[in-house]
């Protein structure tokens, strides 16, 4: 049995609002002991400058200076590591945060997409229906057409049509049957590129 059997999906791969909320209670609290260190850390500094006018001032001897300003610059060096340590931290959170930004971007642009695509099957299954009412209407025509030919053929064969206006009438039914052809073909090309659109 394979390892992480059982899980369906990845379990590390969280909602990008999930990361952003969970980050901004975080970078609030560390925000905030940044500023704290950043103080504490001014004032341990402020420090050591007040013991060296001390000791210009002969305030305290030179042993004392040395060992108060070896504790006060062992408690700079701490502060200088916690501080260090709470940059990097927030480094990192500013780093995870624009790594979701830029999902939840992506996710919105796919939305957007995704929207696009099928309001354009949407738009064209419309016209789709529309185009095929059409075709089958050029179709019931051309039938129209193909029977008054041949009852047009009929009367000429039972000479109850003279000749020329055999000629005159054939020669409108031609020019309607290519007119329909050519419209047929059109609607038939549209079809296809808007079946295309909708399978897509």
């Known amino acids: 049995m394979s390892h992480g059997s059982g899980h369906l999906g990845d379990p590390y791969d969280m909602d990008p609002r999930d990361i ?12 905030k002991s ?38 006060r610059w062992r408690t700079s060096t701490e502060i200088v590591q916690v501080k260090r340590e709470v940059e990097a931290r927030l480094y990192e959170i500013q780093r995870q945060i624009r790594a979701a930004n830029k999902r939840l ?40 057409i193909n029977d008054e030919m041949d009852r047009l053929e009929l009367e000429r064969r039972q000479e109850a049509i003279s000749d020329d206006d055999y000629r005159r009438d054939r020669v409108v ?18 079809l296809g590129e808007l079946l295309e659109i909708i399978r897509g």
Do not use: C, P
């Open 20 to 31: 952003l909320a969970q980050f901004s209670v975080e970078w609030v609290a560390l925000r």
């Open 34 to 71: 940044y500023d704290e260190v950043k103080i504490k850390l001014r004032e341990v500094q402020q420090e050591l400058t007040d013991l060296d006018k001390q000791l210009e001032e002969n305030k305290i001897t030179e042993a004392e200076h040395i060992e108060l300003y070896r504790e």
């Open 105 to 144: 971007k992506e996710m919105e642009e796919e939305r957007l997409r995704r929207e696009r695509i099928e309001q354009e099957k949407s738009n064209a299954m419309i016209e789709w229906m529309s185009l095929k009412q059409g075709f089958d209407m050029v179709t019931d025509r051309r039938r129209e």
């Open 173 to 190: 039914q031609i020019g309607q049957l290519a007119e329909l052809r050519t419209l047929e073909t059109d609607i038939k090309r549209r």
